[in-house]
């Protein structure tokens, strides 16, 4: 969703007991010299605010993150979490969406917000003198929202159009495909925006409800990172949220989302969406491992060996070597209590039985035979390389922060995670790759079939 999608608010919000008054509860959990100060200061209502100070920088990135998503939904909710995403950059009780993407833009900054399914995010990006801008006016829209009657039509519009345009790029379409094929009818397996059947009946009612059940203190993070003094940032997020809904009662922080017990996966299946492009698209794979998994860093590795790059195995078998497809890659998707390993190509549809068979010979030869010191070597330098590199601006700054408190309860130092990576061993990222590439592997293709045998 872009900035242009903001607006207005309508019944007043009672301020709650918290209301500043309590003390809030703060402390220093890195100064890393590969990255800046961090701090972490939770409020009395459960809200948590982190910031990386880095005064070289001249820009701050800030977030507000919430612990909601897509599998947070009943099946008749499916969408919910990003309809709100929409609308809450409509309007609150004191700015219109004009006023919103406005008084943003005006300084030269950039807001936007993303769903996934197991949080939501809402960010600006703006010089480091117009902080405290994009903190009134963030916290304004996602605290105090007003969800008009007017505005929920509207973007039921929107989002039936981008619903429909997701529908026409086959290459995003396999993935939720994949991911159906995998997890069935859980949450894990349903489309992120929901359905035309589950978006068009849903009522600003339903909508509200949701809002206000699942947006409170506890469950949100705020972060904040580039040139900036953390206790300033505090008070200005404790003002800005003064009045609103989330200056709440004293409250504890929200608990990590549980892993357990793990997500039942369907049986390995094959499902095929008939469609008349020029390519086919394919997505082989299975059930991988949580979030956090202490294998993770050796699926990293693997992960990058087999399919993460120009100079990886699928990718120099496929496409340099036969031509056969032009993207090929392999990805690990990880959530609180499950996850995914697999591995995408697009191709002719005449060659779509030719590089499954290659990408499944490959899969089994690694499972059987594993991978060479050298590559591994080369595995665990692109995982510290692109980690590094990733904290180039201040935005994966921001998210790293976020991420570390919402979905691990604690940020690991730049210097313990290239550790960590330097660590693993041929024999771990081996013993991985024959448990999890022996898995049978479930199938989904989006093009011009018919009648086709894909079981083999």
């Known amino acids: 969703m872009s900035s242009s999608d903001v607006v207005r608010h309508a019944s007043g919000a009672q301020p709650g007991r918290a209301g500043g008054a309590s003390r ?200 904040a990172a580039g040139n900036l003094d953390h206790a300033t940032v505090v008070r200005l997020v404790r003002q800005a949220l003064r009045g609103t809904p989330l200056d709440a009662d004293p409250a504890e922080p929200g608990p990590h989302r549980s892993a357990t017990p793990a997500v039942r996966t369907r049986p390995a299946t094959v499902l095929v969406e008939p469609k008349e492009t020029e390519q086919a698209h394919v997505i082989l794979g299975c059930p991988g491992i949580d979030r956090v998994d202490e294998r993770r860093f050796a699926l990293g590795v693997l992960n990058n060996v087999l399919g993460g790059g120009m100079s990886s195995r699928l990718f120099q078998e496929i496409r340099e070597r036969r031509g056969l497809a032009y993207s090929v890659y392999s990805y690990a998707s990880q959530y609180a209590d499950s996850g995914l390993f697999a591995v995408y190509a697009g191709c002719a549809p005449g060659k779509v039985d030719e590089v499954l068979q290659l990408t499944r010979t490959e899969l089994a030869r690694v499972a059987a035979d594993g991978l060479t010191e050298a590559e591994v070597a080369r595995g665990k330098g692109m995982s510290k390389g692109s980690f590094v590199l990733g904290l180039e601006d201040t935005g994966s700054r921001m998210s790293r922060l976020a991420k570390g408190e919402l979905l691990y309860g604690d940020l690991m130092p730049v210097d313990e995670l290239l550790a960590r990576v330097d660590a693993v061993t041929v024999a771990e990222v081996n013993t991985l790759a024959a448990e999890l590439l022996s898995r049978p592997m479930s199938l989904a293709v989006v093009g011009p079939f018919g009648e086709h045998d894909f079981t083999g």
């Open 24 to 223: 809030a509860v703060t402390r220093t959990i890195s100064d890393d010299p590969l990255g800046g100060t961090v701090r972490r200061t939770v409020l009395p209502t459960g809200l948590r605010v982190l910031t990386e100070a880095i005064p070289a920088m001249r820009s701050v990135s800030f977030g507000i993150w919430v612990a909601v998503g897509s599998r947070d939904e009943t099946r008749p909710q499916a969408g919910a979490a990003h309809f709100l995403e929409h609308l809450l950059f409509k309007g609150t009780h004191k700015r219109t969406a004009l006023e919103i993407s406005s008084e943003i833009e005006a300084v030269g900054g950039e807001t936007n917000a993303f769903t996934t399914k197991e949080y939501t995010c809402y960010y600006a990006r703006v010089l480091d003198e117009d902080l405290p801008l994009a903190i009134d006016v963030m916290c304004d829209a996602v605290a105090d929202s007003v969800l008009e009657p007017a505005d929920v039509e509207t973007e039921r519009g929107v989002i039936l159009e981008e619903i429909a345009m997701h529908d026409d790029e086959p290459g995003d379409e396999v993935h939720d495909l994949f991911a159906r094929a995998v997890y069935g009818d859980h949450p894990l397996g349903r489309l992120i925006s929901g359905t035309e059947e589950t978006v068009t009946p849903m009522t600003r009612r339903q909508i509200q409800g949701f809002y206000r059940r699942r947006y409170t203190a506890p469950q949100i993070v705020v972060a």
